[in-house]
């Protein structure tokens, strides 16, 4: 199994711009959460999805972010516009059953300048 | 509402030493206890976890941790660490009753390993 993949790696982007963040889950995972670490805030939930539905979405910190799972296999996080705050590594995480314990993709870092 | 609180930000040992990393929960309900590690650079992986049975769970590269329901605690040791152990150690709790399933952090210990 290949793991959480998540696309890309590295974003560099500037202000005011669209910025789209990619994760495949592990098949056969029902869930599926979207984090974001920073060194001031630690790790936060963002977003969560059971069966491609979004369940709790309290997390998102403001309208600019959005997240969708068209299918089993695909989410993506889109922050428009994107602001220098919005600096930070997003992680993508799936599980089968959402107590048992994520895996973790290897995350995306974003810059905003 | 659940909390983890994990106590030192930062750990420094040399070499071939015992390290235990302090995780306690502040509720007493029935949980599901995991440890994650996060290399420089890297995403979270799975440690181990807890989630019934034995008390002392066994995970990956030689680390175990003891769930203690009375003190609300699940430490994590080594006995013996070495270099590649330097990293973040993350403790995260699940109440068993939550069907949010949400994984509440502790805000992690950064583990040294000195040569």
């Known amino acids: 199994d290949a793991g959480v993949i998540q696309s890309p790696r590295h974003e560099v982007t500037e202000m005011g711009q669209e910025v789209t963040l990619r994760c495949k889950p592990i098949s056969g995972h029902d869930y599926l959460f979207w984090y974001r670490q920073t060194m001031m805030r630690g790790l936060e939930l963002l977003i969560y999805?059971?069966?491609?539905?979004?369940?709790?979405d309290s997390g998102m910190p403001e309208d600019r972010f959005s997240a969708k799972m068209p299918n089993a296999s695909f989410s993506t996080l889109k922050i428009q516009p994107s602001e220098p705050r919005d600096s930070a590594v997003y992680f993508c995480a799936s599980s089968w059953g959402g107590s048992y314990g994520y895996t973790f993709g290897s995350g995306t870092r974003l810059t905003v300048v | 509402a659940q909390s983890v609180t994990q106590l030192g930000s930062h750990v420094s040992v040399s070499e071939g030493a015992l390290v235990l990393l302090r995780c306690n929960y502040s509720s007493s309900v029935s949980v599901y206890l995991f440890w994650y590690v996060q290399y420089p650079n890297q995403g979270l992986q799975l440690l181990l976890k807890?989630?019934?049975?034995s008390t002392l769970v066994k995970g990956i590269n030689g680390f175990e941790a003891e769930f203690n329901k009375s003190q609300t605690s699940f430490h994590l040791r080594k006995p013996s660490v070495h270099i590649s152990d330097t990293a973040e150690y993350f403790c995260?709790?699940?109440?068993?009753?939550?069907?949010?399933?949400?994984?509440?952090w502790g805000a992690g210990t950064k583990l040294i390993i000195k040569p």
């Open positions: 999805f059971n069966n491609n539905v979004p369940i709790d």
């Open positions: 995260a709790v699940s109440d068993r009753g939550d069907s949010n399933y949400q994984l509440i």
């Open positions: 807890y989630l019934s049975g």
